[in-house]
């Protein structure tokens, strides 16, 4: 498996909107000490995603990869194809 790169927040938030559309479980919500959390009901926690000037560290995309891949929310051939 290859590693991923720092992603620009706008490209990660993107890309949860458009797994949002596709699975109405699924929530991008604003709260909390994060700057975003993902929520979904089968978690036991919200997801949180924050950032610094506007960069998602590429240790957080790699463990957001393996939350939403867990559960069958995107293949992870759908993810590597965006953020590889």
């Known amino acids: 498996m290859g590693e991923?790169?720092?992603?620009?927040?706008?490209?990660?938030?993107?890309?949860?909107?458009?797994?949002?559309?596709h699975n109405k479980d699924?929530?991008?919500?604003?709260?909390g000490?994060?700057?975003?959390?993902?929520?979904?009901?089968?978690?036991?926690?919200?997801?949180?995603?924050?950032f610094k000037q506007r960069i998602v560290s590429k240790f957080i995309v790699k463990d957001l990869k393996e939350a939403l891949v867990k559960d069958n929310i995107c293949t992870e051939e759908e993810f590597d194809n965006e953020f590889k």
């Open 4 to 21: 991923y790169a720092n992603v620009k927040i706008k490209k990660l938030l993107n890309f949860i909107k458009r797994l949002v559309s």
């Open 26 to 31: 699924l929530q991008l919500v604003q709260g």
């Open 33 to 50: 000490r994060h700057n975003y959390l993902v929520k979904y009901p089968f978690w036991s926690r919200p997801f949180p995603i924050p």
